[in-house]
């Protein structure tokens, strides 16, 4: 089965929208980082007040409802009817599995088109070291509900070295909880992976070889086996394939309580943001900012990866690199939906 890469594309918006940063778990790879995005829980109003603003400027736009855990706010079914009747083209809610506020009994499958659910192993023993004790227990059970009150589930899988070997044994839980769509992700130098001790920090990371050997095949077999939508990262383009940043020829916006919004997840570790919320207006934040960056040309791709983890990259003996980093953003689908 051949992967299709989604192109970018200007009239396909995303919305990633941090209603709150707190959260129950403390995962090992979590990329929320308080000093930069914030600990304010967003109010209904400030909530239905910033859904509108996207609403109109990104028609059709893809909505995600992120924290932290987002169903820890009691307003996020509240959130989830206000966005329903705006110009959204989809609308998901990004979880960990606990499902607090009884979130499912106050939504519907026919206003929230995916649960998503974070898990990162196929059993106990590989997910609650990385997502915490009694973790996949309360997953899977959230997804088992899910599933009987008739929402489509997707899951999330983020891969590091500490689950990487686990990943093969991943189809038959993905069948047996009746699962739409499987989202590999990478681990990234950010947040608590890019702040924790030495073996917490880019020794997480896999190799191209491990990517191509280990990842790619599982991807394939998911979704020619079980016929499941399966997307996962480009991560590593040939030195002369095409490069594109989505900072340039995108429209993602990364929203988060303190009132930034990126347009590069990379960045957002930083005070790079180059649109921030004033009231109910989006406005431009002055130079420099992440967008300066996106204009750079490389050869090693993706100027961010570049600056915060390079080493990632590998270079030929005349010192050309081996391979680009694709934009994070950049994803390879398999099956259906695109
Ligand atoms: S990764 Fe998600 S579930 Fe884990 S600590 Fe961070 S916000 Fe919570
Ligand atoms: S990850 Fe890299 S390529 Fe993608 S938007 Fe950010 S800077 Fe651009």
Request: proline share 6%.
């Amino acid at each position: 089965m051949s992967a299709r890469t989604v192109r970018f594309s200007s009239d396909t918006a995303n919305v990633f929208f941090h209603i709150l940063t707190q959260c129950n778990l403390r995962c090992r790879h979590c990329y929320i980082n308080p000093r930069e995005h914030g600990t304010q829980r967003l109010s209904l109003e400030t909530m239905t007040d910033w859904l509108t603003t996207m609403a109109r400027r990104a028609p059709g736009a893809n909505l995600v409802f992120l924290g932290g855990e987002p169903t820890l706010h009691p307003d996020l079914a509240a959130a989830v009817h206000a966005a329903a009747k705006l110009a959204y083209g989809s609308i998901t809610i990004d979880t960990n599995g606990y499902l607090f506020h009884d979130i499912l009994d106050h939504i519907t499958p026919e206003q929230v088109n995916f649960i998503s659910f974070s898990l990162d192993g196929a059993g106990p023993e590989t997910n609650d070291p990385i997502r915490g004790q009694g973790c996949f227990a309360a997953c899977t059970a959230g997804i088992r509900q899910a599933k009987a009150k008739g929402f489509r589930t997707s899951l999330i899988f983020t891969v590091s070295q500490m689950n990487l070997d686990d990943l093969k044994r991943m189809p038959p839980l993905l069948d047996e909880l009746g699962i739409d769509r499987f989202f590999i992700q990478v681990i990234g130098l950010r947040g608590q992976s890019a702040a924790g001790p030495e073996d917490n920090a880019h020794h997480l990371q896999v190799s191209r070889a491990q990517w191509l050997e280990k990842v790619i095949p599982v991807a394939h077999r998911v979704a020619r086996d079980s016929g499941i939508v399966v997307s996962y990262p480009k991560v590593f383009l040939e030195p002369d394939a095409p490069f594109e940043c989505a900072g340039r020829v995108a429209d993602n916006y990364f929203i988060f309580p303190n009132g930034r919004v990126y347009r590069c997840p990379l960045c957002e570790d930083y005070p790079l943001h180059s649109l921030q919320w004033v009231g109910d207006r989006l406005e431009a934040t002055s130079p420099i900012n992440e967008a300066d960056l996106f204009s750079l040309d490389i050869a090693e791709g993706c100027v961010m990866n570049k600056l915060i983890q390079p080493h990632n990259l590998a270079y030929t003996p005349e010192g050309k690199p081996a391979y680009q980093i694709a934009c994070c953003l950049l994803k390879a689908t398999l099956g259906e939906e695109g």
